[in-house]
């Protein structure tokens, strides 16, 4: 089955589906999947899909139908044939009078439908991902996938135009050390290791030696709930900064995220156009909220009552989006001015209101897509912070590489990490982060 | 001290050590990391060094020489002075009649020199390693990263040129699918789990969906032994193609390690000469020779007889890169026709002849950087390579899914892998991977 049958053919280039119509009039070789099959005897033809889209296929010889009968979606297909302009065809144009043949047939009913957009509900989900491995042909899911890569390029390009070094810090970390319960251990060769369930340490030690770095990289947290925010393994930027102080941080995570939006709807519009997606409002500088600025106008305007809690709400966190969207002009905020005491070690507490860490979270489409910090970087400041608030031993492997860092000089500096599922969900108006994952992972699912 | 003492800085930008130069005869304020200090009394001058570089800071004024006193490296400075060419400065210009700010002080010596080259001699990589921290600040080994960052970005570069889509595939689990013992197992909330070994079956499920992929991602190996070549996590460079032949995925191998090498000699050239880096030579078309070619040729060559061995040996992939160097214009050799009853069970066999396996080996500079090959895309060979040569079940969910792609339909396809730190290492002439690897884990090494 590997050797192409027709002399034509061996001798043919392939074409791509995207270029047959600028082979108008010619005859061309395409190859690719069976994507839909209409053998109605009056009105024949099949789609064949590629890499670049779609073609449509018009069967008049019996004999080239018949080649085709019992071939199920999915079969891979070489098909020589006249290029012919047909504004209603994908792609503008079709390959009439064809000479078809099955390079590899395909036997069995497809599990799932490939040509018809499939259901997200959160009832189907559970079958969308137990289906993925062919699902993600249908090119809505495909979508979903090209968006999420032009949202890491475009991330990758606003860290390079702006001086950051990309790096790899390693995922087997010998203990878990920013506290909590959520990490997965692993036997390593009879010692303890941990996955990284965030390169905060290693991103702020790369600060002493590129001052500008980030990182785009696989992060594990053992979630013990499955909801639609959360997964085990995701992709994680992380991005940490020197000599920078809290605003000017802000204006780096917003400055990105207007960036990415502009480079996602700049390359990507067919692709957001299946998903009626509408560009997201992100100003020049995003509006800048407290969370007790938050909790008024939220009990305010909903008769709810949040002041004084140490956190948002979930539904609080969509009100003050929607709120924002209608009175600030943005679509993003950003919230300040969080409880230092509930401020993890490494945070640097605002000198001037010290019951305030300088941390921000910020909040887009409803969600939080990114906590960052000002970090502390005074060396007697962060052991005393290590030890009081983690109880942590500084002779610890965990720790100590890490302490090594401030011991010899660390300026002043804060980062930011955003998970790259959750910015292309929100992109696309996704409900679940799940959608925007290609294989999720959670506490029921391990596979695909 | 976060708050900058004098009224002229506070007032004034930072300006990176790289521009210093086109601000002759003006005041700067630049901030950064105190590199070297010589307080010899006659003639006192500083260095300080940020993510741009170095700058030199002639102190005449006793007063700024004693804020200096007890200062150790790694001490954060800010300092304002008037730019004066120099050409024997770095950068072609320094600092004069400076103002010093101590911003952040550090009291302890460095346990590792920064200033000069740490050695990278096989007993003290230990050393090197446990220092890892303090001693990327060395601007010979950031430079090492800065090669890999672009060596990285080359590659995306060449396969976004070439139509290839970047995706992630999931690191955690269900299985061990592909064979051998070197997997990490942890609990995955009272399951099994291992780490992906490689994205072999992921990037070939995503032929199915966009016939040409890659992903540039952490890869996990439970290696027994501490070698010059082996980590436990390293960074893998996966690729995939559909509609190719081995003849083809060669190319497409040879032309992005060339196309790597040009980005990295035409961007990093200051890096490169720090480590007498010589560019490899790397012509249109590899040669390709067969392993039996080589035992030949090597046993011709050396009196040694390899003849009717079914792998190469270390010194032969060394002699053949020589003699290719020598003789066949080239740094690079590609291996073919291995022995089929050492292929895996996804390998295709060669149709012509049944006894190899239809795989390549890529040997540059001595050493293997990549391993590809046509892999089998009928259902019913694959589904009784499977059976036959891994013992596997199929319905294992580790091989389940994978079989799900070809079941739904495959076209011939292929791919290879390459390991990101090797590639540096072989770039900049090192002589063991690991110097190639920010911080490097191995049998012995978890931290830091």
Redesign the interface.
Known sequence: ??VLQSVTMASME?VLTGDVKSHGGSQVLV????HKKRLLGGLNFIVVR??AGLVQIVLQNEEEVEKLRGM?????LSVTGKVVEEPRAPGGAELHEPQVTV??P?A?E?PIEIDKPLSHKPENLETLFDN???G??NLKE?AI??VQ?EV??GM?RYF?AN?F??????????GATEGGAEV??????G?D?T?AQSAQF?KQ??V?????VFEI??T?R?E?SATTRHM??F?HLDVEM??VELEELMDVAGNMLRSVADDVWKNQEPQLNMWDATKPVVPGTIPRLTMAEIHELYTKATGTSTIGENDLRPDEERWICEHSGKNLGSDAVFVTDWPAKDAKFYHRVN?QKPEFAERFDLIFRGVEISTGSMRE??YDVLMKQLKEKAGGDPEH??F???L??F??????HGGFAMG?ERVTEKMLGLANVKEAT??P?D?NR???
Do not use: C
Request: aromatic content about 14%.
């Open positions: 089955m590997l392939r190859r690719g999947w069976l590629d890499r199920q979606i999915g079969t891979i390079e590899v395909v069995d497809s993925r491995v062919v993600l042909r495909q996938f090209k890569a890491k390029e990758r390079r001086d070094m990309e790096f790899n810090s390693p995922k087997l970390l010998p997965f251990k692993l036997d390593y060769f010692k290791a996955l290693y030690i790369m002493g030696v590129y001052e500008r990289n696989p594990y053992a013990p085990t393994e992709i020197g000599f000198e970087h005074r492997p965990g100590k590489y890490y090594q860092a011991k010899y000089g660390m300026p002043p790259l290609l294989f992972r506490i391990l596979a695909p």
